[in-house]
């Protein structure tokens, strides 16, 4: 009996001894830290958006040449599947008029411009650096044709003399970048300058 005593009693002293000398460390329970969302922000570069102006018989034409550009962060770009951009001409005569534009494929389209920039032709895209940083800057240059035919050439003519005393007009902007879900959205603003196109 007393050597069946020593054979358990033995073994389990040698293992409180073992457990003794060693360190129990405490797990924390983590915490998933927010994902570094500053990759996916961008600003903006707007300069006046000029609108040229003619008549033609009884029909105004005005010719909206938008200029913006954005600016990304490349590796928020290069993650990116679309960068959106949307125009406004809520603030602005524009507004009252129809407007055409040429889609990717060359087809005409009214009152319709693709916001997704990845199908827009009329662009330029440039990787560079900024203050130390890897960005990328997408510059958009296209025309939207609005149009508008009155009773008579001398109605067009005063529509013409309006805008081009107009100044207060704007164009809203809006942008997000699209990786899945759509991020937030930025939003800017541009003057309208009417002016008479150029006769040669």
Avoid at 20 to 30: D, F, L, R, S
Avoid at 38 to 44: A, L, P
Avoid at 114 to 122: A, F, H, T
Wanted: charged letters at 20%; glycine letters at 4%; hydrophobic letters at 40%.
């Amino acid at each position: 009996m007393k050597n069946t005593f020593i054979i358990y009693f033995l073994p389990a002293v040698i293992c409180v001894a073992g457990l003794a000398g060693c360190q129990t460390k405490v797990i924390e329970p983590t915490t998933k830290t927010i994902e570094d969302t500053s990759i996916y922000h961008e600003t903006f570069v707007v300069n006046d958006q000029t609108v040229i102006t003619s008549v033609t018989n009884s029909t105004l034409t005005m010719v909206y040449n938008e200029d913006i550009s954005l600016i990304f962060g490349a590796v928020g770009y290069d993650q990116s599947y679309a960068v959106h951009l949307y125009e406004d001409f809520g603030r602005s005569a524009l507004q009252e008029f129809d407007y055409t534009t040429i889609s990717e494929s060359g087809d005409v389209t009214f009152r319709w411009a693709d916001d997704n920039l990845n199908n827009v032709k009329l662009k330029t895209v440039t990787h560079t650096t900024m203050n130390g940083k890897a960005v990328v800057i997408i510059k958009v240059q296209r025309p939207f044709t609005f149009v508008k035919t009155y009773a008579n050439a001398a109605a067009a003519l005063n529509e013409q003399r309006i805008l081009l005393a107009t100044t207060g007009d704007k164009v809203n902007f809006s942008s997000n970048i699209y990786f899945g879900v759509d991020f937030q959205t930025y939003k800017t603003s541009a003057r309208v300058v009417y002016k008479s196109e150029i006769k040669r």
